[in-house]
């Protein structure tokens, strides 16, 4: 398999990269998926290299860099908001209905507890949340005494 060589088109570049020929394509799909393999390497060492056509093709430039959104950023929870949400639940407490269902969660009737949460709350998995929420905080006061 023999290797033939492109020079950039652009005034003053020096680097040469070298592609496999496409009339030295191996027969056997193994060779060819190898083949394939080995020219993706050689044109990921080099990078683009103003090629017309192949896997690299294209007028080489410089990446940039991909800044964070806020979109990106949304559910993680910041130690300021974690600070905020603790202070409010020491101050205000457990709302009636939170206090109903530890009463339940207490009693072993996790099914009435999950319906009941999941009436208040609106969907299943808001209302999971809050469960195992309200039970850690159970588990905890019991560690306490």
Same mark, same amino acid.
């Given at each position: 398999?023999?290797?033939?060589?492109?020079?950039?088109?652009?005034?003053?570049?020096?680097r040469?990269? =070298?592609?496999p020929? *496409?009339?030295? +394509?191996?027969?056997?799909?193994? %060779?060819r998926?190898? #083949?394939?393999?080995?020219?993706r390497?050689?044109l990921?060492?080099?990078?683009?290299?103003d090629?017309?056509h192949?896997l690299?093709?294209g007028?080489?430039?410089?990446?940039?860099? =991909?800044?964070?959104? *806020?979109?990106? +950023?949304?559910?993680?929870q910041? %130690?300021?908001?974690? #600070?905020?949400?603790?202070?409010?639940?020491?101050?205000?407490?457990f709302s009636?209905?939170e206090?109903?269902?530890?009463?339940?969660?207490?009693?072993?009737?996790d099914k009435?507890?999950?319906?009941?949460?999941?009436?208040?709350?609106?969907?299943?998995l808001?209302?999971?949340?809050?469960?195992?929420?309200?039970?850690?905080?159970?588990?905890e006061?019991?560690?306490?005494?």
């Amino acid at each position: 398999m023999e290797l033939y060589s492109s020079a950039p088109a652009t005034r003053g570049a020096s680097r040469v990269v =070298k592609v496999p020929h *496409p009339c030295d +394509r191996p027969s056997s799909n193994q %060779q060819r998926q190898d #083949f394939k393999k080995m020219a993706r390497s050689i044109l990921r060492t080099f990078g683009t290299a103003d090629l017309r056509h192949g896997l690299n093709k294209g007028h080489p430039t410089t990446p940039i860099p =991909k800044t964070v959104r *806020p979109s990106q +950023r949304k559910g993680i929870q910041s %130690q300021r908001t974690k #600070f905020v949400r603790s202070v409010v639940r020491e101050v205000a407490g457990f709302s009636p209905y939170e206090r109903r269902v530890m009463e339940l969660l207490r009693n072993s009737k996790d099914k009435k507890a999950r319906k009941f949460t999941k009436k208040r709350l609106g969907t299943l998995l808001r209302a999971k949340r809050k469960l195992e929420e309200l039970s850690t905080i159970i588990q905890e006061s019991r560690r306490a005494h």
